[in-house]
């Protein structure tokens, strides 16, 4: 069974940054694409920053110079660096990967952005 567990999620004010992590577990290897969503409250998921096995990167627009991803496929775990952090990233970020032609989800981590 394959899970994903994200942690660094908190709360940070405006201009801080956070880590987070998302270790991927169960017999798996060779993930193909990481990545990172949000979801603030009522609105729609959205994708923040995705990484391929071959390090390729994807940034949403909103992030761009701010986050960085990264992933450790030895320890099958993908980061998501964020630095500026701004009010409006407050949100419920979750880890997602795409595995043999199946998208498996975390539960999410909660990042509230506040002074």
């Known amino acids: 069974q394959v899970q994903l567990v994200e942690s660094g999620g908190g709360l940070v004010q405006p201009g801080g940054s956070l880590r987070l992590s998302c270790a991927v577990s169960?017999?798996?290897?060779?993930?193909?694409?990481m990545g990172w969503y949000r979801q603030a409250p009522g609105k729609q998921r959205e994708l923040v920053a995705t990484?391929?096995?071959?390090?390729?990167?994807n940034y949403a627009d909103f992030v761009k110079g701010r986050f960085t991803i990264s992933r450790d496929n030895a320890k099958n775990t993908v980061y998501l660096q964020m630095n500026s952090l701004k009010p409006e990233g407050t949100a419920v970020y979750c880890c997602?990967?795409?595995?043999?032609?199946?998208?498996?989800w975390g539960q999410g981590t909660q990042v509230t952005v506040d002074s």
């Open positions: 169960g017999s798996i290897f060779k993930i193909n694409t």
């Open positions: 997602n990967i795409r595995w043999l032609g199946n998208a498996y």
């Open positions: 990484i391929t096995d071959g390090g390729s990167t």
